[in-house]
């Protein structure tokens, strides 16, 4: 009987020793991965500096403007968010189809470049709280408005690369011939030289684009359901995306995308655009 107590007590503590080594080990490796995530709320603090990547050729949302500097809602609300983490903003420049990239391969902290949410893109990053809503639109010239999809079959249809537009039409009008480029200022670029019939991307700011080039309309408003913009972190950051949500929740409560669409968005669009067309309600 004394053995076998014996051999009780040698098991317990057996026990309790591998399960003070595993919890060591677990909690080393929580340590390591919040010390090797550069994007971390410490880790930005630390380093003093937020990277957060933007438009450079999308006007009003984030371009750069003719003294040099960078504008727009987009950064206007990034900004913001350095000052509120009491650091500086260092911008990177991307275009719609490398902000995944961009986060992944650790370029930048957060993504502010008028980014969709939706189900394919929430696999591979993490999307704090929206502040802007959005749907796809599409533009054409005044003398030959394209008004009803049907007048896009067997035409083409210029396409921004990465773009909810891009998956709008590939998955729901495949008789479209789609003419796809890289950059903002591309597409536009060959709309304007007639390379295609339409071109097609969020409405919000094609209501913009035509105000500045009025021999075009935006002359379908809606297509698809309407969704949300919003920022993005690497997928499982956890410690920012936690952060931005408590960010986007107290600006929209003291009122501050309205602000940003007052000073960035309403000088470029008509009078049919109105704020709560664009921002969230409080």
């Not at 051999?7 to 003070?20: D, E, P, R, T």
């Not at 490796?29 to 450079?56: D, E, L, M």
């Not at 470049?113 to 599409?138: C, H, L």
């Amino acid at each position: 009987m004394k053995y076998l107590k014996r051999i009780i007590l040698v098991v317990a503590s057996l026990v309790l020793a591998l399960s003070g080594l595993w919890a060591g080990l677990a909690a080393n490796q929580t340590h390591a991965q919040a010390a090797a995530n550069q994007s971390s709320v410490a880790a930005i603090k630390k380093r003093g500096v937020i990277r957060i990547a933007v438009f450079g050729d999308l006007k009003p949302y984030g371009w750069v403007n003719q003294d040099g500097k960078r504008v727009g809602y987009d950064v206007y609300l990034a900004r913001q968010i350095g000052k509120d983490l009491g650091v500086k903003v260092k911008f990177v420049q991307v275009n719609a189809n490398n902000r995944v990239d961009t986060l992944n391969s650790n370029k930048a902290d957060l993504v502010l470049a008028n980014f969709t949410v939706t189900k394919e893109r929430k696999q591979i990053v993490d999307f704090a709280k929206p502040y802007m809503k959005v749907s796809v639109g599409v533009v054409s010239k005044k003398s030959h408005p394209i008004t009803k999809l049907s007048q896009l079959k067997g035409k083409k249809l210029i396409i921004n690369k990465g773009t909810t537009a891009e998956n709008y039409f590939t998955q729901h009008q495949t008789g479209v011939t789609q003419l796809k480029f890289d950059s903002k200022t591309q597409q536009f670029n060959a709309l304007k030289h007639g390379r295609a019939q339409a071109l097609a991307d969020d409405n919000s700011y094609l209501y913009a684009w035509v105000k500045n080039n009025p021999s075009y309309t935006v002359s379908i408003k809606h297509l698809g359901a309407q969704q949300s913009i919003s920022p993005a972190v690497k997928k499982g950051n956890k410690s920012l995306l936690n952060w931005t949500n408590k960010e986007i929740t107290k600006l929209n409560k003291n009122g501050f995308f309205e602000k940003d669409f007052n000073q960035e968005l309403k000088p470029y669009f008509g009078k049919e655009v109105k704020a709560n067309d664009i921002i969230l309600e409080k």
